[in-house]
Nanobody, 116 residues
Framework: QVQLVESGGGLVQAGGSLRLSCAAS?????????MGWYRQAPGKQRELVAV???????NYADFVKGRFTVSRDIAMNTVYLQMNSLKPEDTAVYYC?????????YGQGTQVTVSS
């Protein structure tokens, strides 16, 4: 019922910035309550990066506080992740996330690689 398409990943040097975008398609226009981002590094479990509700409440992982900012366009069902001061340990596949009614959805993922 929800399709997510990410864009904006790539290769950047440590200290640089990237902006990820994710557009959600929902059958029949509906507002998605929560959207955000997870990531998975090689050999590690998928972990929460940041989420934002339709009311604007946010939740960040401790390791990105002060560096990453999540935002969204409610009308367009689009979520963004502005990533600044990137570190090599931020290298991972970043997945867009949406919680709609009772279900969680993930996008196909976009690779972010930070070189030292």
């Amino acid at each position: 019922q929800v399709q997510l398409v990410e864009s904006g990943g790539g290769l950047v040097q440590a200290g640089g910035s990237l902006r990820l975008s994710c557009a959600a398609s929902v059958r029949g226009f509906s507002i998605i309550n929560t959207m955000g981002w997870y990531r998975q590094a090689p050999g590690k479990q998928r972990e929460l990066v940041a989420v934002i509700t339709s009311g604007g409440s946010t939740n960040y992982a401790d390791f990105v506080k002060g560096r990453f900012t999540v935002s969204r366009d409610i009308a367009m069902n689009t979520v963004y992740l502005q990533m600044n001061s990137l570190k090599p340990e931020d290298t991972a596949v970043y997945y867009c996330y949406a919680r709609y009614i009772l279900y969680a959805y993930y996008g196909q993922g976009t690779q972010v690689t930070v070189s030292s």
